[in-house]
């Protein structure tokens, strides 16, 4: 869910590591801190990572590939999660998928415009208000497509 | 005269408008000169009523909802400041009967109070446990939990009080304990708003907890999902150490406890709780054989209380108010209260916290009011992605532990997901063979490969090709599933699966 906050480099990386508390300095809050400051793991981090914990580079990259959220690539400027699990698909889910995928982007993709990337999630803990989404940190519920299209010009007009 | 007015932070609430009324509502109150206080609390539960506003009279909170940042002006011109009745008001919200008839223990002060005032939480009944708990000896809080009959909220149903005995009976230099803050089922949302709505009784559960197994560091293994509930329970932790109940003198008792929060990275299974210590570990979500189970050697190898957020932040009311009051609740083995959460396509929606033993029936028709829909209810899948699909007609279920397991399924954590006659239960059967493809941790190939493979047989079924071959080989990789899999995410999917196939059969045969 996270998204850039700051360019990539080896110095500024291992800044944001240094900044781990002590029983932190693992491996998964590493990444995440990682990916929580440059909006994903760049390929050079990982063996940064592994320098500064004191582990193998294949650990790291083990943990990397193991998480759904921790990505390697650079994320679009909004990321919108729509929910697919079963409280939302009772109340249309599938269905706003579906005009996602036809109208901006399908799950996996990013629109057009490279401003949204579209990922299905499981569960927002937002399931009497369903169909739900997370547009980057923000909860919204209720969903129409209609009215997810409108969530998301509002955080367009606030980039 | 400041009029107080309480507008949820919920993100249930905020989801569908709450933080664009509180700002019409200060914004109105400013042009029109009046004095109010605006307090943003955690949901009262009710959320088919979301964004409700309340306002305090001196009969009591009045409410109205749903309202939107459109309908704000229009509330201040209907006198809702007095209480007034207008064509959003609900009425005094504690009368309401959906609201009244509930056995609020767990949720007591959920949406009653500002999540983060500890005096707020003092001054309603919170830090009352602790203060018992700090009086007694550590086999004498095990006791009471023991007495109270507690089981655990995350979806075993385990004993707490045998839990934390084994903990507190076992010598390390260091004890931990976890709360699993997961709440990966779909329809489940209670931890969650108890950690946006009352996080304080959450930080006093984990505190007994570790006061009682001698445990001196708790973490709260929160899924990034949860962004709200992360922030909320960080500034918690901030006010509780300020205030002297974490740290090294909890409360002035010279005993040692501290929590961390920690965030969990996209992984269904790392709710399962060796999954969950190998994630709190940094490492990738496997699950681990057990034994050594958890108590003896948890984190970093050494004894851990791991608990699910609903059974700890029950435990201050137990030691509170006395085992005997919890106990005296419930049906069975199942004692004391269930949060139990209403969700999908239902017209109420929301936390309803009963006794256990009332029945499915009740919940999905009397609190929830059938479908949001308005179409009719044909299924209900009670608890979590794992668990089974009970037919409209087969709703007379008593919702405790054991009886619901008699009946073919299971409680999980607590949640209800409603759905009417426009569902297809084939696609609800290939959706859980699909989910625990996605999620399954690897370990085993039954879970890993079967449930692949069930997508295929289903996808086959579905088409017609070959179907009572194709039916047959599922129910062969269901067993499969079930008798192979080390953990409950391979071993139960199959629930889901059968249950839809025995009470739906029709939907197999399009
Ligand atoms: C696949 C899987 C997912 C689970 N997810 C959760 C979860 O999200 N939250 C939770 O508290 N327990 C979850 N559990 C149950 C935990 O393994 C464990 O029983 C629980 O955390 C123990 O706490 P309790 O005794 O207080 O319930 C899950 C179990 C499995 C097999
Ligand atoms: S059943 Fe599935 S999720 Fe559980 S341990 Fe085996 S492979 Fe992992
Ligand atoms: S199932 Fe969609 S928010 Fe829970």
Redesign the pocket.
Known sequence: MAYAVAPWSLDAGQAVLELLPTDERIILPALQAVQHGFGYVPKEAVALIANSLNVSVADVHGVLTYYHELRTTAPAPITVAICVAEACQATGARELVAHVGANLAPVGGRSDDGQVDVVEVFCLGNCALGPAALINERLVGRLTPKSLESALADTRAAL | MTTTIYVPIDSAATSVGANAVAKAIVAEATKRNLEIKLVRNGSRGLLWLEPLVEVETVEGRVGYGPVTAADVAALFDSDFLTGAANAYSVGLVDEIPWLADQQRVTFARVGVIDPLDIKDYEAHGGLAGLRTAIALDQSAIVEEVLASGL??????????GI?WRTVMETSADQKYVC???????SG?FA?RMLMEGDPFTLIEGMTIAGIAGGATKGLIYI?SEYPDAIATMNAALLNAREYGMLGTDVLGSGKTFDISVRVGAGS?????????LESLEGKRGM?RAKPPIPALQGLFGKPTI???????ASVPMIMAQGAAAYQALGSDRSRGTQVFQLAGNIARGGIVERAFGISLQELVQTYGGGTRSGRPVRSVQVG?P?GAYFPADGLEVAMDYEALLAAGGMLG?GGVVVFDDSVDMAQQARFAMEFCAK?SCGKCTPCRVGSVRGVEVIDKVINNIDRTENLELLNDLCDLMTDGSL???G??TPMPVLSALRQFPEDFQK
Request: hydrophobic share 35%; charged share 25%; net charge negative.
């Open positions: 089981r655990g909220r995350g979806g075993a149903g385990f004993p707490a839990k709360c699993n803050a997961d709440e990966g089922d489940t931890d899924r269904y299974v790392c709710g399962e709780e060796t999954a969950m699950v791991v608990n699910n957020v609903l059974t700890l979590g794992l954590h999620e953990c409950a995410m071993g139960l």
